[in-house]
């Protein structure tokens, strides 16, 4: 079964410091990956995916994600951060063959000024 | 807007009641999907339509849920009898087909069973 864990449920980072979300997964085939991020009553936004190809991603405002299949990960990362940044991030799988996301519980990104 | 759009965008019900969302996808996207959420936990799966064809089913959509996906465009997902435990966000999703990875989310429905 599909699985993606994120460790992390805040991460608090200043502004103009880099940051980094964890997301490591667990998937029998070949994993399609995804970040995405949701603001307060809003719905999810699509940030970057993973499908194959250089394992260095990148994304919507300046973020990008590291494929590592070794490790199973896939840490979203920006090399800056922006107090705008402050959301909540998904972390989500794909199995070759099916169709239904699976997500992680989500991890809380603070940016203080 | 060429978004995803759900309709209503909040619902309060007394238990036992039926209720109905409908979601409107992205223009020409086939693929349409039916997620769950509640409070600290990341999205779930419930169906998948492509086109009108409602291909994949969780677990977690018993017998009290129902969604459609009439002439492959709107879909509208129904809970009947509803519990206090059905409170939650569900959100509805589309993608365009096979080349394109990423699904596109609307903005949810937020269900309260009192």
């Known amino acids: 079964a599909q699985s993606v864990a994120q460790p992390e449920d805040q991460v608090n980072v200043a502004e103009g410091n880099p940051l980094t979300v964890k997301c490591t997964y667990s998937?029998?085939?070949?994993?399609?990956l995804f970040w995405y991020v949701q603001y307060p009553n809003r719905g999810l936004q699509f940030l970057l995916k993973?499908?194959?190809?250089?394992?260095l991603v990148k994304g919507s405002y300046g973020f990008e994600a590291e494929f590592n299949k070794s490790q199973t990960s896939f840490h979203l990362k920006k090399p800056s951060a922006l107090v705008s940044d402050s959301a909540l991030y998904f972390c989500a799988v794909r199995e070759t063959g099916f169709q239904k996301l699976v997500f992680g519980t989500g991890t809380r990104l603070l940016v203080s000024p | 807007d060429t978004g995803v759009s759900q309709d209503p965008r909040h619902k309060i019900t007394k238990r036992g009641q039926n209720v109905t969302f409908r979601c409107d996808p992205i223009?020409?996207?086939?693929?349409l999907y039916w997620y769950r959420q509640t409070l600290g936990q990341g999205p779930e799966f419930l169906t998948y339509f492509q086109n009108e064809a409602q291909l994949e089913k969780s677990r977690l959509l018993s017998d009290r849920f129902s969604a459609e996906r009439p002439k492959g465009s709107f879909s509208t997902l129904e809970i009947q009898r509803t519990e206090q435990g059905d409170s939650a966000m569900y959100l509805c999703?589309?993608?365009?087909?096979?080349?394109?990875?990423?699904?596109?989310f609307g903005p949810g429905t937020r269900l309260t069973v009192t």
């Open positions: 993973y499908i194959t190809g250089d394992n």
């Open positions: 999703a589309s993608s365009s087909g096979i080349l394109t990875y990423e699904q596109y």
């Open positions: 223009s020409e996207h086939n693929r």
């Open positions: 998937v029998s085939g070949n994993p399609y």
